[in-house]
Nanobody
Framework: QVRLVESGGGSVQTGGSLRLSCAFS????????MGWFRQAPGKEREGVAA???????NYGNSVKGRFTISKDNAKNTLDLQMNALKPEDSAIYYC?????????????????????WGQGTQVTVSS
């Protein structure tokens, strides 16, 4: 059984930084491609960043150059370093994983075709 548990959310002022972490458990095959998504009140879910087993990454246009996704398979953690935060980054952030040997960070980001989701962690950026 795959379990994804996010942590690290909180409140920060504009320009500040936060680091989100997702602790995952389950088979390696179930957490090959992983990513971060976010959803603000009244808005659709948005792909933030995703990573493939070979460490190839993909980022949403609104976070490129500010956010960095990384995965530590030894520690079973998926992190999202968020810098230069803006009020529009405020949302609930979700960790997600795609099962199977063939997966694409780009497709995961674009279509949100994850098999597993975490419960989310709140990020609030004040101006």
């Amino acid at each position: 059984q795959v379990r994804l548990v996010e942590s690290g959310g909180g409140s920060v002022q504009t320009g500040g930084s936060l680091r989100l972490s997702c602790a995952f458990s389950g088979s390696t095959d179930a957490t090959n491609c992983m990513g971060w998504f976010r959803q603000a009140p009244g808005k659709e879910r948005e792909g933030v960043a995703a990573i493939e087993p070979q460490a190839r990454t993909n980022y949403g246009n609104s976070v490129k150059g500010r956010f960095t996704i990384s995965k530590d398979n030894a520690k079973n953690t998926l992190d999202l370093q968020m810098n230069a935060l803006k009020p529009e980054d405020s949302a609930i952030y979700y960790c997600a994983a795609v099962q199977g040997p063939l997966c694409s960070a780009g497709l995961l980001l674009a279509f949100g075709n994850a098999d597993y989701w975490g419960q989310g962690t709140q990020v609030t950026v004040s101006s």
